[in-house]
């Protein structure tokens, strides 16, 4: 097994564990994180994600010791990879909680999550160029996305690596917070998370993601319906009424 995973409460906390390898990601880690979380993503009961890593690495990157034997048809042959795209299909929130090194594929990971939560310890990189490679799992799309052309290119065509402070500075994270807290800090952001209405969040997340991907018009227009149908849910009708009658809301995800 390459994961641990817990579910407390209406929270799902998946470990990376190959510490051998620094959680290096392999296919199999990828197929078992992906078969793993897929039927918990339309469960009503299950409000937001947390993946992490250990202390040392949330995940030193792709597996190299797999990678590197492989030919470009054995690649192409497999669509190597091409996996990981399920896990960002996820429509539950899920918040990266990184400490230790993010780096290559695992810095990717990080990204496809919806927040990255990251240790004061932590350290993040695209470093495949000193491999011979690029990014390969979303990088040079998602990292320019998030941090722009100027911090991008310097991460991707240097391969150095940044703490978490710059991480942060640069808008690749969200929060940087002690290491000693980090999990207990992701902990409670996840069940803030979930403790709102599953389908508002989903609707939430799938808006601002749709700003990467879209322009301005069309992208308030995605928006504006994705409100108005936030109207058919018992959690918009209970959310506004308990407001109305100064208490706190209590939502069923319906
Ligand atoms: N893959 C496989 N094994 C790894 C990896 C990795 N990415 N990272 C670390 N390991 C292994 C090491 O080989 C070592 O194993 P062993 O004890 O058997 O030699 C063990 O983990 C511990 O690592 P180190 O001894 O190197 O630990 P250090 O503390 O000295 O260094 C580092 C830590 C700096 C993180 C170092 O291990 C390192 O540089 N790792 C590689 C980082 C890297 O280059 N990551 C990018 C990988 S490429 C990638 O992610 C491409 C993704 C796109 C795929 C697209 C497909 C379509």
């Keep these: 097994m390459r ?21 290096a990601l392999d296919a199999a880690l990828m197929t078992e ?76 990971l990080a990204m496809m999550c919806d927040m990255i939560i990251a240790a004061d310890t932590a350290t993040f990189g695209q470093p495949e160029i000193t491999l011979g490679v690029i990014p390969g799992i ?3 799309q998602r990292l320019t996305r998030l941090v722009g052309k100027a911090k991008a290119m310097d991460l991707i065509l240097t391969g150095r690596l940044i703490d978490a402070e710059e991480a942060e500075r640069i808008g690749l994270v969200s929060r940087v ?13 996840a069940e803030q998370i979930a403790g709102y209405g599953k389908l508002a969040a989903m609707a939430a997340r799938d808006c601002v993601d749709r700003a990467l ?27 506004m009424r308990a407001f109305r009658e100064k208490r706190q809301a209590v939502f069923t995800g319906k």
């Design 3 to 23: 994961l641990k995973i817990e579910r407390i409460g209406r929270v799902v906390r998946v470990r990376l564990h190959r510490p051998e390898v620094l959680n």
């Design 33 to 108: 994180l992906v078969d793993a979380l897929a039927p918990l993503d339309t469960d009503p009961d299950v409000g937001c994600i947390v993946v992490t890593g250990s202390e040392r690495a949330f995940a030193a990157g792709a597996d190299i010791k797999e990678m590197s034997g492989k030919s470009a048809a054995d690649m192409i042959a497999e669509d190597y990879f091409a996996g990981w795209e399920a896990f960002a299909a996820l429509r539950t929130p899920k918040i990266a909680a990184v400490s230790g090194y993010a780096l290559g594929g695992g810095c990717e």
């Design 138 to 140: 979303g990088g040079t």
């Design 177 to 189: 917070v002690p290491a000693d807290r980090l999990a207990a800090e992701a902990h409670a952001a």
């Design 213 to 239: 991907e879209t322009g301005l018009a069309d992208g308030i227009r995605y928006e504006r319906r994705a409100f108005h149908a936030l109207f058919a849910t018992e959690d918009q009708k209970e959310g």
